[in-house]
């Protein structure tokens, strides 16, 4: 009998305690893949440190080591932004450990977070975006990058909402569609009259295939973020936009100029699904901007 080979992992308790806290985000709180994906990632980089550094207990992480990890991340030229989120889901990793009795304190909470700067989100004027979504033929192809750009900007979609999107989730007669957000909220978005006559060129070419999901990829499969975000970058070039284009743009896009015509940051919340009023409140940041920048240009007593 062939003896199999073992995991040298495979007896830890710290591995094991990560992949029951992972199975936790996933039953319990209902976190999105990747988000998912990040924790797990983060978490198996602090236990590889770990390991380099003879700790293989959860128990023996110490204010010291973790400082000692951020330390070599900086070393890597890590960002700013992506040790906080390190942090983050360390944080949490030791917090459910304590709630389970496993640990009597959280080492990570005294750790500090590095400071960001916050660098207000890109968006697309929309001279280019009318230019992104103007019909130049009846292909196929052609009509769906248009109707993806539709849907994304009427509506505000991530890349992740738009590519779950099912034929189902739709009712072009009320004029809404169904979106499942990050952990696997539901929400209702209405769709302007450009976009559903988009979907409907597109659904009229769109091959007989049996799969539910709305947008699909050459093999008739649900369409992947990377399809989407590849479909948008060439249709800028396409229509001769210089700048690079991605399908965050496009809900930004949507963002600022729902606040800029409604003044409504909590509707603007909704509309994207934000869990906390603190994510839209970097568009009130874009909206001051357009502000400054026709107060500079028309008020009298503007500095020149």
């Known amino acids: 009998m062939v003896k ?17 806290y ?18 797990q990632r983060d978490l198996s980089n602090l236990f590889d ?16 080591i973790l400082n000692l990890f951020v330390m070599e991340l900086r070393h890597k030229a890590i960002s700013s932004k992506s040790i906080r989120r390190y942090l983050s889901s360390i944080r949490g990793f030791l917090d459910y450990l304590v709630k389970k009795e496993i640990l009597t304190e959280n080492n990570a909470k005294n750790i500090q977070s590095p400071k960001i700067s916050h660098s207000l989100p890109k968006t697309i004027d929309f001279d280019d975006l009318k230019r992104l979504i103007s019909v130049q033929s009846n292909d196929y192809l052609e009509l769906r990058s248009i109707a993806m750009i539709e849907v994304m900007y009427s ?11 099912n034929i189902s989730d739709m009712d072009l007669s009320e004029g809404f569609l ?13 769709i302007g009259s450009g976009a559903i006559k988009s979907i409907n060129s597109y659904l009229a070419k769109r091959p007989n295939t049996d799969t539910e999901a ?33 399908p965050h743009m496009l809900r930004h896009a949507a963002a600022t100029h729902f606040l800029q015509s409604s003044h409504d940051l909590r509707s603007v919340q909704e509309f994207l699904g934000h869990k906390s ?28």
């Open 178 to 190: 169904r979106v499942k957000g990050k952990g696997g909220k539901m929400r209702f978005s209405p």
């Open 214 to 246: 709305l947008f699909v990829n050459n093999n008739d499969d649900r369409i992947s973020p990377r399809s989407v975000q590849n479909t948008v970058k060439v249709r800028a070039i396409e229509v001769g936009i210089s700048v690079n284009v991605h």
């Open 155 to 165: 509506c505000g979609l991530r890349v992740s909402e738009l590519v779950n999107l």
């Open 49 to 64: 440190f770990c390991l380099k550094n003879k700790i293989s207990e959860t128990s023996a992480i110490d204010s010291d």
């Open 277 to 304: 009023i603190k994510s839209t409140q970097v568009y009130t940041h874009l909206d001051f901007l357009e502000l400054s920048k026709v107060y500079d240009e028309f008020h009298p007593r503007a500095k020149k």
């Open 4 to 20: 199999k080979k073992k995991n040298k992992y495979q007896d830890s308790n710290f591995i094991n305690q990560i992949e029951q």
């Open 22 to 39: 992972i199975s936790y985000l996933r039953v319990e709180r209902h976190y999105a893949a990747n988000t998912i994906s990040a924790y």
